[in-house]
């Protein structure tokens, strides 16, 4: 531990080395993860690595007696659906809890429905019970844009957000809010509700994959459930992504795991209908190109079943 | 043999130590959290000891991860009730335990009458004893 000083001026300025402080919150482990587990994202990444840099600049400051309040953490994810929102947030909760501003480091998931009340004093216990649950972590509001609806004014959103705002403003030792949603909508959100645009500190943006991106995310996905493509098979995934992209309710790598499991439901029937009755290991574990060329979206341009609401990720 | 100093109600844990600091208490939540225990406020304003069940403080809390929560829903109780007797009970619902398993004190009227004893005479000279709160002799919520 370097020697602590509260005297800036100091002639014997206290020297700490910020690796080996990197070193011993095991952030780097957590950034692997995120890097290994995660294809594409880099704006998302290099946010992450600011804020966790930042967080230890903090804590290193603080050891110093140079301490600039605690900071802002509450958080805003916007992106299209199946662009990793929840995912990230739960490794924020990670990288927060390594760093010690979070006490327990659990991520509490909830929508409107958790948060707000059905009738007249409802809301207010409901919103409080929620937020006590997340104490000691990160409470992550999915589809926040569905807490204010601007027409209906006697809705008890309103009434949770302000709930909200409060906890987010005196509790900050306690817990990190993160909200999610639609770019737009999201926008929309913070524009009518300005008290919470004020207090969410760091706004992060979460863009589209590419196909390059979603046929590797694809071979991740498959890995996890001891399946893997076939040379062919890849090439097809790879042309059948860049259809389905164009085609409409898009949502980025949840539509790549319903596809794969289309796929697998493909070529369990293919193997049971085969002509083959022996089948070896190798066949059990490999998607064909005729799994994936058998999809509609190659006859009609249309996915094999149209999800009939968007949602977040 | 043990002594109460300060002539007040000793029931639940801790009753003979000086009163807990939010950071014991939330030591001992903490404790009672890790342990899966759900955690429920009461107060009441009538000390007697067979007085067993007290008014709950909003929902017994369960699934918590932190005691911050808590020790926020106990500090708005001290706020409503600054001279009621407030405890802290974690119940612990394993099949075949089902009951509190912690139960302690957080807060006390500044003022402590005591109890007195009240005597009974029956048939045959004999009496019976018990005890009386002097704060129970005014009604409900103007005792202390």
Redesign the interface.
């Known amino acids: 531990m370097p020697k602590q000083s509260k005297n800036l001026t100091s002639s014997k300025d206290p020297s700490i080395d910020l690796d080996a402080e990197f070193r011993n919150t095991n952030i780097q482990e957590v950034l692997d993860k995120l890097d290994r587990e995660l294809i594409g994202l880099i704006p998302v990444k290099t946010r992450i690595r600011e804020t966790a840099s930042l967080l230890l600049v903090d804590r290193v400051r603080k050891q110093l007696g140079l301490s600039a309040g605690a900071p802002s953490l509450h958080m805003c994810f916007t992106g299209n659906p199946g662009t990793g929102k929840t995912t990230v947030a739960l490794r924020m909760a990670e990288i927060l809890h390594r760093l010690g501003y979070v006490?327990?480091g659990?991520l509490v998931s909830v929508t409107r429905d958790d948060l707000v009340g059905q009738y007249i004093g409802h809301t207010a216990?409901k919103t409080k019970?929620v937020?006590?649950?997340a104490?000691?972590?990160v409470l992550f509001i999915d589809e926040a844009y569905y807490l204010y609806k601007p027409e209906n004014e006697r809705d008890y959103g309103a009434e949770s957000i302000e709930i909200l705002l409060q906890t987010m403003e005196n509790?900050r030792d306690?817990?990190v809010v993160i909200l999610a949603g639609y770019k737009d909508r999201m926008d929309k959100f913070f524009h009518s509700n300005p008290g919470m645009r004020s207090r969410v500190a760091h706004h992060i943006d979460f863009p589209d994959y590419g196909a390059d991106e979603l046929v590797s995310i694809a071979k991740l996905m498959l890995e996890s459930q001891n399946y893997c493509f076939s040379k062919a098979g890849e090439e097809a995934f790879g042309k059948y992504i860049r259809l389905r992209m164009k085609s409409g309710h898009f949502a980025n790598a949840r539509s790549v795991r319903n596809a794969l499991d289309r796929a697998r439901l493909r070529q369990a029937n293919r193997l049971f209908s085969g002509t083959k009755k022996s089948l070896s290991k190798n066949d059990l574990i490999t998607l064909e190109a005729e799994d994936i060329l058998a999809s509609r979206v190659f006859l009609e341009g249309s996915p094999d079943n149209k999800p009939k609401t968007k949602k977040t990720d | 043999m043990m002594t109460n100093q300060g002539n007040i109600v000793t029931q639940g844990q801790f009753s003979f130590l000086p009163p807990l600091t939010d950071k014991q208490i939330s030591a001992q939540l903490k404790y009672a959290l890790k342990n899966g225990w759900a955690i429920g406020i009461e107060y009441t304003d009538d000390p007697h000891p067979r007085n067993t069940y007290w008014e709950m403080f909003?929902?017994p809390?369960f699934?918590?991860?932190?005691p911050?929560?808590?020790l926020?829903?106990i500090n708005s109780c001290r706020k409503t009730f600054p001279n009621h007797y407030i405890r802290v009970t974690a119940f612990n619902s394993t099949r075949g335990v089902e009951s509190p398993t912690m139960s302690y004190i957080v807060n006390r009227p500044k003022k402590e009458p005591g109890f007195s004893l009240v005597r009974q005479e029956g048939a045959g000279r004999s009496v019976s004893y018990t005890i009386h709160s002097y704060a129970t002799d005014k009604p409900e919520a103007e005792r202390y």
Do not use: Q
């Open positions: 006490r327990e659990h216990p019970e937020i006590k649950k104490m000691g972590g509790n306690d817990l | 909003g929902n809390m699934d918590l991860k932190d911050a929560g808590i926020l829903e």
